[in-house]
């Protein structure tokens, strides 16, 4: 199975901070790659896919970048409501594979 | 809008199944560009996918759990299942339904049950 190494595991950043979130897989997966964003208490919501792709209906200061192993989740200006755990999800294969999450917290 | 409602039983005793069913409500569940899966986390833990179905039957499934589970499908009810054998305390967790999107322009989960939570304990 295709491990997904997520990181950092947790961040705390200031209101208007760039965020960024790596994955990397531990094999070529090329674009095949989620971003997906947990509120507490919520089920998970897609907000990238095929690693550059926004969701429709998410904010545009979220974006995603990469290809082949690594790959990037930008938040260009973090906002309050953005408190969540992002989780990278490889769909290159199957089985599907989750990072193992970052959690962010507003300072 | 499509949408998808978990319901089974909250608390399950050690070294029996697990069943839970998910109702899928304003779509069809024999689309040909829709997977329907089944994503566990446990408290305080991270997401873990245990298997996806296709309206025709064919399953894929986490090979951790591959020897305990079974995905099955319902379309003649817009539901598919699953059973998860021979549980332990290790079990519990939050148990999510989604529809997983497959097409030319990606494949992602694209909508959610709200999730049930698991208990396994005597």
């Known amino acids: 199975a295709i491990q997904m190494t997520q990181s950092p595991s947790s961040l705390s950043a200031s209101v208007g901070d760039r965020v960024t979130i790596t994955c990397r897989a531990s094999q070529g997966i090329r674009n095949d790659l989620g971003w997906y964003q947990q509120k507490p208490g919520k089920a998970p919501k897609i907000l990238i896919y095929?690693?550059?792709s926004l969701q429709s209906g998410v904010p545009s200061r979220f974006s995603g970048s990469g290809s082949g192993t690594d790959f990037t989740l930008t938040i260009s200006s973090l906002q309050p409501e953005d408190l969540a755990t992002y989780y990278c999800l490889q769909d290159y294969n199957f089985p599907l594979t989750f990072g193992g999450g970052t959690k962010v917290e507003i300072k | 809008q499509l949408q998808l409602q978990e319901s089974g039983p909250g608390l399950v005793m050690p070294s029996e199944t697990l069943s839970l069913t998910c109702t899928v409500s304003?779509?069809?569940?024999?689309?040909?560009?829709?997977?329907w899966g089944w994503i566990r986390q446990p408290p305080g833990k991270g997401l873990e996918w245990i298997g996806n179905?296709?309206?025709?039957?064919?399953?894929y499934y986490n090979s951790s759990l591959k020897s305990r589970v079974t995905i099955s499908v319902d379309t003649s009810k817009n539901q598919f299942s699953l059973k998860l054998g021979s549980v332990t305390a290790a079990d519990t967790a939050v148990y999510y339904c989604a529809r997983f999107h497959s097409n030319y322009d990606g494949e992602y989960f694209h909508q959610w049950g709200q999730g049930t939570l698991v208990t396994v304990s005597s």
């Open positions: 304003g779509g069809s569940i024999s689309s040909s560009t829709s997977y």
């Open positions: 095929a690693a550059s």
């Open positions: 179905i296709f309206y025709s039957g064919s399953t």
